[in-house]
């Protein structure tokens, strides 16, 4: 079956450590998105690929760092710059560029810094 | 700025009833708008699109309504169900094309049995 798959779904790290969120994707989707969600907020958007080589800055991007080498593969690195990364991040993605479809979302990746 | 409003309050109805969720926008002109489900713990599952030149759309027992003019799209599940408890979060599409969709905060259903 197609989707997207996150990984770790749960992840501690101490401060001053970055840590790795993967997000994998084998709908043959050209676009991928990285959110953010802290309870009983919306999803923020940190950074968003439309192609292979090329991603850009979303609203929340300080702190964070993405690569999108291959197609299927967007992963996100939280960095020690980023202030307050206690979150659910939620990768997704979707067919093509500008194509007013819908979103396909992973499970989540819950990151708790102790 | 802009802003997507959804009802911070949780709605809680009664099993059988209609429940209606309303996403209010200000300083955007979108071209469409979408409703998506989220269950606890889990990614948001999309649930309908509504197009700028729609007044209504429906599947199954979900309706969404899009007025242009008030800048309000409301959501309306018929003869609701336990099963329908969940956040439901509408979206749009500020950027005129370029797809990078901008979420609501989100409504939290319960349905009472």
């Known amino acids: 079956d197609g989707g997207i798959t996150q990984s770790p779904k749960y992840l501690f790290r101490k401060e001053g450590q970055n840590v790795t969120l993967s997000c994998e994707q084998n709908?043959?989707?050209?676009?991928m998105y990285w959110y953010r969600q802290d309870p009983g907020q919306g999803l923020r958007l940190i950074y968003y690929?439309?192609?292979?080589?090329?991603?850009q800055k979303g609203d929340i991007a300080e702190g964070y760092s993405v690569s999108r080498e291959k197609k299927e593969s967007f992963p996100l690195t939280v960095t020690s710059a980023q202030k307050n990364p206690t979150a659910f991040y939620l990768c997704?993605?979707?067919?093509?560029?500008?194509?007013?479809?819908?979103?396909?979302f992973g499970e989540g990746s819950r990151l708790t810094v102790l | 700025s802009q802003k997507i409003e959804q009802n911070s309050e949780a709605l809680n109805i009664q099993e059988g009833k209609t429940a209606t969720l309303t996403c209010n926008y200000t300083?955007?002109?979108?071209?469409?708008l979408q409703w998506y489900r989220q269950d606890p713990g889990r990614g948001p599952v999309f649930l309908l699109l509504?197009?700028?030149?729609?007044k209504e759309k429906r599947k199954e027992r979900l309706k969404v309504t899009f007025d242009t003019t008030l800048k309000q799209s409301l959501f309306h599940i018929t003869a609701s169900q336990p099963a329908d408890s969940a956040t439901y979060l509408c979206?749009?599409?500020?950027?005129?094309?370029?797809?990078?969709?901008?979420f609501g905060r989100g409504t939290s259903l319960i349905v009472h049995p």
């Open positions: 997704a993605s979707i067919r093509g560029q500008g194509i007013t479809g819908e979103l396909f």
């Open positions: 709908l043959n989707h050209d676009a």
């Open positions: 690929s439309q192609i292979v080589n090329d991603f």
């Open positions: 300083n955007y002109s979108p071209a469409y």
């Open positions: 509504i197009r700028e030149n729609e």
């Open positions: 979206a749009l599409d500020p950027s005129g094309g370029s797809y990078i969709p901008t």
